[in-house]
């Protein structure tokens, strides 16, 4: 059986009122600021078990110190800064990745997505770190844990390789499907996207999904489900994200009825 997750990118309203509604959610503070680990179990314990939870990576491992992200950083992680970012295969990446992994297993996470700024385009030497930096974080990989990957910029332009790489590290591509459909894991029939808004560019926060949106997002699914994708992730990612999502849940069910 097909399963469809729906939820949203953080908590636009209490947890309380999101998880009536809600099956999925993916925790983004972790992007800004990786918990402690008495945090992250105060978290788990504030989250029903049934719940299924995906968190986003340390922003220090995918993103250069000169992004304005990094503002958001309340103590700097330890090292030299400029080994950090851009899935640079350092020490200093390489541990942090340690610790969001630690993170990831308190919480009982069950996808962990990698999304790569524009910056890191598609060219030789990010291509060289991006394979040296999968191979590493796969020598201590739990099975129960995914790793997702949302490329920013340009490399969706080249799906023959980001096939390759799906398969040859086992991770799952993540995109905006009512923009671009992902390259498809082999092993993993995962599909992961994250709704960002229509318009141009990557992503466009304030934008809200019209009914027929919603209903070209269904089709997509529809299309994937009959390609023997068995888990479908949907996680809007919008200011009216916990209205559209609820919209969509609806829809979703309503075809099941």
């Not at 105060?42 to 304005?68: A, E, F, G, N």
């Not at 082999?186 to 229509?198: F, K």
């Not at 919603?214 to 919008?238: C, G, H, M, P, R």
Request: aromatic share 10%; with cysteine; proline share 5%.
């Amino acid at each position: 059986m097909n399963k469809i997750y729906v939820g949203c990118c953080g908590f636009p309203v209490s947890k309380d009122k999101y998880f009536k509604e809600f099956n999925c959610v993916e925790l983004q503070n972790t992007f800004y600021n990786i918990p402690s680990v008495d945090e992250a179990k105060k978290l788990r314990s504030s989250i029903p078990s049934d719940i299924i939870i995906t968190m986003k990576c340390w922003q220090v491992i995918t993103h250069p110190p000169t992004s304005p992200t990094w503002k958001k950083i309340k103590i700097l992680p330890p090292g030299n800064i400029d080994n950090y970012g851009l899935l640079k295969p350092t020490r200093e990446n390489l541990e942090a990745w340690n610790k969001v992994y630690e993170i990831a297993k308190i919480l009982n996470a069950k996808v962990i997505v990698i999304q790569t700024p524009p910056s890191f385009e598609y060219n030789d030497r990010n291509l060289s770190n991006l394979e040296l930096f999968l191979r590493e974080i796969n020598k201590e990989i739990d099975s129960n844990i995914i790793i997702a990957w949302e490329p920013r910029g340009n490399w969706n332009e080249h799906k023959e390789m980001l096939e390759t790489i799906i398969n040859k590290y086992n991770i799952i591509h993540v995109t905006d499907i009512l923009k671009v459909m992902p390259a498809i894991n082999n092993i993993h029939r995962i599909v992961y996207t994250r709704l960002h808004g229509l318009g141009r560019g990557d992503v466009n926060y304030r934008y809200k999904y019209s009914d027929q949106d919603l209903l070209n997002l269904l089709a997509k699914i529809k299309d994937l489900i009959s390609q023997n994708i068995e888990e479908i992730f949907v996680l809007f990612n919008n200011v009216y994200m916990f209205e559209d999502a609820k919209r969509f849940k609806s829809l979703l069910n309503s075809q099941s009825t």
